[in-house]
């Protein structure tokens, strides 16, 4: 079995910060990409940064020059710091991480989700 568990959301003034963090644990033989996706109410859930098995990262135009994608292998575990928050950041935050189980074909995990609100 495989878990994902997710810590580091709250509430947040604008142009403040929050660091979201992201760990797989259980039967995992390797982990490929990991990334971190956002829902606001009302909207369809989007990408927000992607980092590689070999460290390139990717991000949403909404949160480049903001956001920081990281991950450290060892703890398999993938960081999200977010600096400069406004208000449309506010979300639930997934992280998904693909990775090849123990037993089983490489897929796609969900993490259960983390509120951010940024509001004054």
């Known amino acids: 079995q495989v878990q994902l568990v997710e810590s580091g959301g709250g509430l947040v003034q604008p142009g403040g910060s929050l660091r979201l963090s992201c760990a797989a644990s259980g039967s995992i033989f390797s982990i490929n990409a990991m990334g971190w996706y956002r829902q606001a109410p009302g909207k369809q859930r989007e990408l927000v940064a992607f980092?590689?098995?070999?460290?390139?990262?990717n991000y949403a135009d909404s949160v480049k020059a903001r956001f920081t994608i990281s991950r450290d292998n060892a703890k398999n575990t993938v960081y999200l710091q977010m600096n400069s928050l406004k208000p449309e950041d506010t979300a639930v935050y997934y992280c998904n991480i693909r990775l090849t189980p123990g037993v089983g074909p490489l897929r796609g995990y969900w993490g259960q989700g983390t509120q951010v609100t940024v509001s004054s």
């Open positions: 980092i590689t098995s070999g460290g390139n990262t």
